[in-house]
């Protein structure tokens, strides 16, 4: 009895702008202000302006504040900061799970009971930073990498074989918080979902939801054919 093959449209996120990073710093230059108030020859002169400060003070204006030639993240006062550190390449790695169900199926007005097949697919690789091409708008860097199987008997079940590459927007929210944005079969970007991390290096989601098809053999329409469960987790480090 052929299985259903219908799990496509729920493996999308394997091929995934609010409020942006929050301000790195005070705006202040932190000099003192020269006094004003000396005359020629007593020793109190001023020229009225700020002192220059000793390092970068703000890490988002797009100033050099300490005039040493390098602004914002080229400047090594501002190495520490999270959004200086958005990285080039992203491991990634996600598990695909389907429990099959035990359906009823009808056929020329018998019901035969039908066992849907499970499947597991494990898929890595490594994420460049993009420069050119399918670009995700509005995200602050894009991602795109080939894919590779320790594991898929998914492509099988489905009939149509899982992607062989993978394309991710990000945008970084705070320290611990970045959207993930993908780009669809026909190019087009959407949301995915806003992910988390505990340490600023692995960022990881999960998910699960029934499947629903039309068996191509069953004369009894739509069933609960199984549950699929995606995992997918990006690691910066």
Same mark, same amino acid.
């Given at each position: ?23 790195? $710093? ?7 202000p ?11 002169g001023?020229?009225g ?6 390092? =970068? ?11 040493? $030639? ?15 550190? =958005? ?8 598990? %695909? ?25 494990? *898929? ?32 099988d ?17 705070? *320290? ?10 026909? $190019?087009?970007?959407? @949301?995915?979902?806003? %992910? ?8 990881? @989601? ?18 609960? %054919? $199984? ?11």
């Amino acid at each position: 009895m052929p299985r259903a093959l219908t799990l496509l449209p729920l493996l999308t996120l394997l091929v995934a702008c609010g409020d942006k990073k929050s301000s790195g $710093g005070p705006d202040d230059t932190g000099g003192p202000p020269g006094d004003g108030g000396g005359t020629t020859g007593d020793g109190g002169g001023s020229d009225g302006g700020t002192a220059v400060p000793t390092h =970068e003070t703000d890490c988002q204006d797009g100033h050099d504040e300490d005039q040493d $030639g390098l602004a914002d993240c080229l400047d090594d006062d501002c190495s520490a900061e999270w959004f200086c550190n =958005e990285p080039d390449s992203l491991d990634f790695h996600s598990v %695909i799970d389907f429990v099959g169900h035990t359906i009823t199926c009808q056929v020329w007005g018998f019901d035969v009971d039908v066992d849907v097949d499970d499947c597991h697919a494990d *898929a890595v690789g490594t994420l460049k930073l993009m420069d050119s091409g399918n670009l995700c708008p509005g995200c602050d860097r894009s991602y795109y990498g080939g894919l590779s199987y320790t594991t898929d008997n998914c492509s099988d079940l489905m009939g149509t074989p899982l992607p062989v590459d993978a394309i991710y927007g990000y945008v970084f929210v705070d *320290a611990n918080t970045r959207e993930l944005w993908s780009a669809d079969e026909t $190019g087009a970007w959407v @949301m995915v979902d806003t %992910i988390t991390s505990k340490d600023g290096h692995r960022w990881a @989601m999960s998910g699960a939801d029934e499947v629903w098809a039309d068996p191509p053999d069953c004369d009894n329409g739509n069933q609960n %054919i $199984g549950r699929l469960s995606l995992s997918l987790s990006l690691d910066d480090r």
